[in-house]
């Protein structure tokens, strides 16, 4: 079956979200502007003398422990992944992304805040049609017991399936979700899950000087009975905050992915080497044809 492309969409009007960086502690705001159709998604720092433009693009991306990391000419953007999880799960393709700070506000750790502004502003589809990069055939890229998965998809839909396994934290214990990914789907299934840890980290981070301002209400910290001072939204939450970080870091390829993608105990790392390997699937049969 021939794909029909979809048209590219933007917001109807400007839309802000203020919080704090759960790394910096600095307050920040961002604020989401229409962009033109093929502009994709562009994060300006408008703290800086020259507001220095940073797209949202894996050749962008840099490592960095936690958290998705953006630099372009020595101008950075961190923990981008919920924001553009936002936007990519909305379906929202040209944006720019305006922040008084390098930290996106951190809010209470997941999606909602940000799909919640993007939401009461509303969609504009434009002209342009969006590209895809579809899985050819079957992909694995590892790191130790990690690993990340992508085989064709007849359906023309990006399906998710994460594996957690947390043996050593019975609280969190063995979780999955999966899911074919729409808008309304992110919005009610993916976007409200929230980023998690185990009390251990969170003292280890304390104890580093990261993370002062946040509390229990903030993120999901487990302890060997549960979250502390919070309550679960989904039984799996967990799992599907990591599905809410594939879709962020997924949207550095700039195009919708066609495929089905399994994951098993990956974080941002593979997320962003599946992207590249994708990527480079294309190209290289984008080549193959060309030279036939």
């Known amino acids: 079956?021939?794909?029909?492309?979809?048209?590219?969409?933007?917001?109807?009007?400007?839309?802000?979200?203020?919080?704090?960086?759960?790394?910096?502690?600095?307050?920040?705001?961002?604020?989401?502007?229409?962009?033109?159709?093929?502009?994709?998604?562009?994060?300006?720092?408008?703290?800086?003398?020259?507001?220095?433009?940073?797209?949202?693009?894996?050749?962008?991306?840099?490592?960095?422990?936690?958290?998705?990391?953006?630099?372009?000419?020595?101008?950075?953007?961190?923990?981008?992944?919920?924001?553009?999880?936002?936007?990519?799960?909305?379906?929202?393709?040209?944006?720019?992304?305006?922040i008084d700070a390098a930290e996106m506000p951190g809010m209470d750790g997941s999606s909602q805040s940000f799909v919640s502004a993007l939401r009461s502003v509303g969609r504009v589809l434009q002209e342009a049609r969006q590209p895809v990069l579809r899985v050819l055939k079957p992909i694995r890229v590892t790191e130790g017991q990690a690993w990340i998965q992508a085989i064709p998809l007849n359906q023309h839909h990006l399906k998710l399936n994460y594996q957690l396994e947390y043996s050593h934290a019975p609280s969190i214990g063995s979780q999955s979700f999966a899911t074919l990914v729409s808008p309304d789907v992110f919005a009610i299934q993916i976007a409200p899950a929230r980023t998690f840890l185990l009390d251990s980290e969170a003292s280890e981070l304390k104890q580093q000087g990261i993370g002062s301002r946040v509390s229990f209400d903030d993120v999901l910290v487990?302890?060997?009975?549960?979250?502390?001072?919070?309550?679960?939204?989904?039984?799996?939450?967990?799992?599907?905050?990591?599905?809410?970080?594939?879709?962020?870091?997924?949207?550095?390829?700039?195009?919708?992915?066609?495929?089905?993608?399994?994951?098993?105990?990956?974080?941002?790392?593979?997320?962003?080497?599946?992207?590249?390997?994708?990527?480079?699937?294309?190209?290289?049969?984008?080549?193959?044809?060309?030279?036939?």
Request: proline share 4%; charged share 20%.
């Open 222 to 292: 487990f302890s060997e009975q549960g979250p502390i001072q919070n309550r679960l939204r989904f039984d799996n939450e967990c799992a599907r905050h990591k599905a809410l970080d594939m879709i962020g870091d997924f949207a550095l390829a700039g195009c919708d992915l066609i495929g089905e993608f399994t994951a098993s105990k990956s974080g941002h790392l593979l997320n962003s080497q599946m992207v590249t390997a994708v990527l480079q699937q294309n190209i290289h049969s984008l080549s193959n044809r060309q030279s036939a």
């Open 1 to 98: 079956m021939e794909l029909t492309l979809r048209h590219q969409s933007t917001i109807a009007r400007p839309v802000s979200v203020s919080g704090f960086g759960f790394w910096s502690g600095l307050d920040v705001t961002i604020e989401f502007r229409p962009a033109a159709a093929n502009q994709g998604l562009v994060f300006v720092r408008r703290d800086l003398p020259a507001q220095p433009r940073i797209a949202a693009n894996i050749l962008n991306r840099i490592p960095g422990p936690r958290r998705t990391t953006l630099v372009h000419d020595g101008n950075s953007v961190e923990m981008v992944e919920h924001v553009l999880a936002a936007l990519a799960g909305l379906q929202i393709d040209n944006c720019e992304i305006h």
